[in-house]
């Protein structure tokens, strides 16, 4: 409760913090359908503040920064959308049902298991159209310069293989970076053999043009906390320290209990890639990139002097067998990932 009340400091008419040297940052990982995790956590968040201060508060006005990665930069992008009379697009209240109404359209259960692996060894297990709809549908025109507080979504270009950061504060410096929220979201969440690659292009005043060639930001940031922590300092010339709020989207503990050097020892590439209804390779990546972000987040939060209570980082860790997976979006599946955040904010808030 201690960091509801440090977040009951910001003004939420202003967006701006009490101290305006503390810098508010909410950072949303990556995890496909997981993504109602985090959502159901954030309507928890954004109800405890509009009982500090009114029904009309919601989280773009608290953060200086939200960042999101792939589901989480989905999310991002709803919180921070200017809707009518300038406020949020979404309530964090309406994310969930949007979880619980699309995904299964967005990740469709029609395959069995063997004829669905087989169809994503040769191309994407799902085509996107849904989902690129959807997003078109609810983002419209809306450029990156428009949200009502920044954002910051990382994606990787391909073809430069260089990671390309999405960030309001960059994109009204400059033009060229300055896309659509809908390109930005469909770029962030084209996750490698689940969604194809995506492509656009963007033009400044100046007919320059720069070409995209995108694939999910969780291969850069999937816990993008420390890309918006360094946003962040670009956007503000002194830095007093940072309040920030990091949502996971559920982690499994699968790695620890299943593999082993002995095992991995005789592993070819196959099996680094599919071993045991999961993806050890990644698996393995996944939780080394976590551990090093919480690292690095403590060792600069002590550095700029910021109170290490000033960090919340909220992960629920047990997920197993279809809970661990990204695309399973039964009925079933989605209730148990909205249970599960329920019992993890009460220990968090």
Known sequence: MENLTSLGSVSHETGNPTDQHLITILSIDGGGVRGIIPATILEFLEAQLQKLDGEDAQLADYFDVIAGTSTGGLVTAMLAAPGDNNRPLFAAKDIKPFYLENSS?????????????????????????????????NLGGTRLHQTLTNIVIPTFDIKNLQPVIFSTNEAKQKPLLDARLSDV?????????????????????????????????????????????????????????????????????????????????????????????????????????????????????????????????????SLVGKSSSVDVATKGNLKDFGNRAKSTEKTCF
Request: hydrophobic letters at 35%; glycine letters at 8%.
């Open 105 to 137: 359209k967005i990740f469709p259960q029609r395959c069995g298991r063997i004829t669905g692996l087989l169809k994503s060894l040769v191309q994407p297990k799902y085509n996107g159209k849904y989902l690129h709809r959807i997003i078109r549908k």
């Open 185 to 317: 979201c469909i770029s962030t969440s084209a996750a490698p053999t689940y969604l194809p690659a995506y492509y656009f292009e963007n033009s400044d005043d100046q007919h320059n043009v720069r070409r995209f060639n995108l694939i999910d930001g969780g291969v850069v940031a999937n816990n993008p906390t420390l890309v918006a922590m360094s946003q962040a300092t670009k956007q503000h010339d002194s830095c007093g320290g940072f309040l920030i709020i990091s949502v996971g989207t559920g982690s499994s503990n699968k790695v620890e209990k299943s593999y082993s050097a002995k095992k991995a020892a005789r592993w070819g590439v196959f099996e680094w890639l599919i071993k045991a209804g999961g993806s050890p390779i990644v698996e393995i990546f996944t939780h080394a990139s976590a551990t090093m972000v919480d690292l690095h987040t403590a060792s600069v939060l002590e550095a700029v002097g910021s109170d290490e209570n000033n960090y919340l980082r909220i992960q629920e860790d």
